[in-house]
């Protein structure tokens, strides 16, 4: 038995632009039901799940791609905790929490961790399906009976319950408290941690200024250590290593795991593998059809729930929810597919700002077919070796002479002005790209496609990377430089782009320059690797390209961290700090991974 969900993309839904087909070709329709209707009041479709057969017809004539049509079990209805409305997303079952452990959420973008923290928070209370006339907090309560989760929610009935949330956009700060971030914490630090905390994030040099001049790292640390800061029974951080380098992410897990160890609740969203495996002592997976549904999984490991999310498959419930299993090669290198063909050389650059700043850059190459990485702390001068490399910027000293043609996709990217995503795709690409090799190739497998028709000013911060990721391929050029291009993308989406620009670079003879801080990704994508040292907003050296190994044991080295694989899986894992192996690997030299 087989329950119906069906959800429509109000954004994508344009009725007056299509010819109703969703309406028109439905079977359910055509023998005199009224399945399908035009909603007068909203100009958008409005579909009955009750007597929709599931066939799918209107998902495909759709010509915006707006419908969703799922069949699911029909037990998973009496575990519904919410629905935003008809053909609205929905939420089944509920994530557990546990005092003294952080519990990590794990899913794609859009399949419902912010409704999951807004309903642990008690910013919202769960209708159990019933949106058109939500329960009162009796009913939700009989819901809950003998589950760990029911004192919990009495607390929130009770208004008893004291919640900390660390926001995924932290660029919102500035604009709810306009003041210094010192003053902030001074209204907030109801532990008396202020002081602990601005000290082990780095937060010094930060408390004077206001927050609309703080950078996005700053800002993630200050949303991070003001939140722990609170009072509170339960903490959760969403996205809390944006915009930080690798060593203020661990940074981060320290604090975010003292807070377990003192007894509260906490909860972490995070896409990030490495810092996700670091810091969590629990998985949770959350499942389902973004924008539509998600289902929350049981508990697992943090070790489990990581190779069972990567493997796509549920083995206690038997759900199968990817059609495919990501995979990691078990070599360290892949040199057999990078030529010894140079496609453009520099020589040793130096540059120097009006604020002291001063970067040097040890002369180097990039290969045909090759992905070359670039690591290291923030404000070492990462972008501003890429902005030179692509002629943005010009250095003091050295010259690049190279006739390579360069696009180049910027770290903060901006989505303040109104034309639609077909638009600026074509625009990159120099013509059409509907039904193009290209749209095949790079379009879509990010899955774009479905956003065509979307002004970019209404794009999420994942979807905005994407098309910016997209538009950078999709120029005819002979090298792609990309900052940062796992910032707001979810575990699967790293690894479908970091999968798709190295098998993109390595058939059609391109190379990719690619900064980020995402250790996992840098990991599965790179084939060379720059090492940034010095002292962060001071002085910068960049190393000359080192072979994959030699660069990455030399990386984990400056972070005191070692790696190992995952014998399940073949990822790259993190060994915990002291332990057997990180001793082991450390005494013998042998930072990354230990053969």
Known sequence: MTHRVA???????????????????????????????LNEEIAKAQIDEDICNGCGICVKVCPFDAITIVNLAEELKSDKIHQYGQNAFRLYKIPSLKKGQVM???????????????????????????????????????????????PHFEKIANNELKASI???????????????????????????????????????????NRLADLSGGELQRIAVAVAASRESDFYFFDEPSSYNDVFQRIGVARVIQDLAKIGKSVMVVEHDLTLLDYLSDFIEILYGEPAAYGIVASMLSTKVGINVFLDGYLPNENVRFRDIAFKFDAVNTIEEFV???????????EKKFANNFSLSIEAGRVRKSEVLGIVGANALGKTTMMKMIAGVEKPDSGNIESKVKIAYKPQYLTND?????????????????????????????????KLYNKSIKNLSGGELQKVAIGACLLQKVDIYALDEPSAFLDVEDRIAVAKLIQRYVRSYGKSAIIVDHDIQLM??????????H??????????????????????????????????????????????????????????????
């Open 7 to 37: 959800v429509l993309d109000k954004e994508n839904c344009q009725t007056k632009k299509c010819g109703l087909e969703c309406i028109k070709y439905c079977p359910v329709n055509k023998m005199g039901s009224e399945c399908i209707v």
């Open 104 to 150: 990590g959420l794990l899913g794609r973008n859009g399949i419902g961790k912010s409704t999951v923290v807004g309903i642990l928070s008690g910013n919202l209370r769960p209708n159990l399906g019933n949106f058109a006339s939500p329960p009162e907090w009796s009913e939700i309560l009989k819901h809950f009976q003998g589950t760990e989760l029911k």
């Open 166 to 208: 660390k926001p995924q956009q932290v660029y919102n700060l500035a604009k709810v408290f306009d003041g210094t971030a010192k003053e902030l914490f001074e209204k907030y630090d109801e532990r008396g941690k202020a002081k602990e905390l601005i000290q082990q994030l780095g937060l010094q040099n930060s408390l004077e």
């Open 339 to 349: 030529t010894i063909e140079n496609i453009m050389t520099y020589p040793n650059l």
């Open 417 to 449: 002005y109104d034309v639609d995503v077909i638009t600026l795709l074509e625009k990159a690409h120099g013509g059409t790209i509907d039904e193009t090799p290209e749209e095949e190739i790079i379009v879509n497998p990010m899955k774009i496609k």
């Open 523 to 532: 990991d599965l994508i790179s084939d060379s690797i720059v090492i940034f």
């Open 534 to 595: 010095g002292t962060p907003g001071r002085e910068g050296h960049a190393t000359t390209p080192k072979p994959k190994v030699e660069g990455m044991n030399e990386f984990l080295k400056s972070l005191e961290m070692t790696y190992r694989r995952d014998e399940t899986s073949m990822r790259p894992r993190v060994n915990k700090l002291e332990s057997r192996l990180d001793r082991e690997q450390k005494q013998s030299g042998k930072f990354y991974y230990r053969n």
